[in-house]
């Protein structure tokens, strides 16, 4: 069992930045592959980037592609998304998640554990 918590999310304008970070407790974080979902009012959830147990191979969305970056610190049970270059597009709750299976997952059904999501909102 593992217990995530997001934090970091704030109002930015535009082009601007914002790093959200993930706490992890329970279980060692090096055993869990991560993922960054997001969503918005009346939106699906979708995927944003998922990183490996080493940190070492990451997936980014399309739309978040060169803008964000996803790592982690296995040695402090934090995982990190920092995002650049924000758009209004951008605003949504973030939420980080993990799971267990082997390989990277893109999909939000196959992650077990989520935290309680960070708001992101990005004026014009």
């Known amino acids: 069992q593992v217990q995530l918590v997001e934090s970091g999310g704030g109002l930015v304008q535009a082009g601007g930045s914002l790093r959200l970070s993930c706490a992890a407790s329970?279980?060692?974080?090096?055993?869990?592959?991560l993922g960054w979902f997001r969503q918005a009012p009346g939106k699906e959830r979708e995927f944003v980037a998922v990183?490996?147990?080493?940190?070492?191979?990451?997936i980014y969305a399309d739309s978040v592609k060169g803008r964000f970056t996803t790592s982690r610190d296995n040695a402090k049970n934090m995982v990190y998304l920092q995002m650049n270059s924000l758009k209004p597009e951008d605003s949504a709750v973030y939420y980080c998640?993990?799971?267990?299976?082997?390989?990277?997952?893109?999909?939000?059904?196959?992650?077990?554990?989520w935290g309680q999501g960070t708001q992101v909102t990005v004026s014009s």
């Open positions: 990183v490996s147990r080493s940190g070492k191979s990451i």
């Open positions: 998640a993990a799971q267990e299976t082997v390989g990277l997952r893109l999909k939000s059904d196959d992650y077990d554990y």
């Open positions: 329970g279980r060692t974080f090096g055993g869990f592959v």
